[in-house]
Nanobody
């Protein structure tokens, strides 16, 4: 059974940092691109970052580029999202996703999400 479990969310002040983790199980991690999406109340879901299993290519949305960094540790079946200089508009539920042999993350499998709240 595919499982994606996010952790590391919480409450932080503007300008602060958090590191999200996505622990995967139930599939061959090395064969999957892992992504991060977020959804804020009343807003559409947004794909913000992706790391492919193909040459570890990365993608960032304009809204997080330069502040967030995605990385993967295949030995631990885990992907991380380092989030720096967080702003109130980053407040959302953050989800990790998995896609088989993909350059881009479209979200075939989803985790349950972790809440990130940034206070001003």
């Amino acid at each position: 059974e595919v499982q994606l479990v996010e952790s590391g969310g919480g409450l932080v002040q503007a300008g602060g940092s958090l590191r999200l983790s996505c622990a995967a199980s139930g599939f061959i991690f090395d064969d999957y691109a892992i992504g991060w999406f977020r959804q804020a109340p009343g807003k559409e879901r947004e794909g913000i970052s992706c790391i492919s299993n193909l040459h570890d290519a990365t993608y960032y949305s304009d809204s997080v580029k330069g502040r967030f960094t995605i990385s993967r540790d295949n030995s631990k079946n885990t992907v991380y999202l380092q989030m720096n200089n967080l702003q109130p508009e980053d407040t959302a539920i953050y989800y990790c996703t998995a896609d088989y042999q993909a350059l881009y993350c479209s979200g075939h499998y989803w985790g349950q999400g972790t809440q990130v709240t940034v206070s001003s």
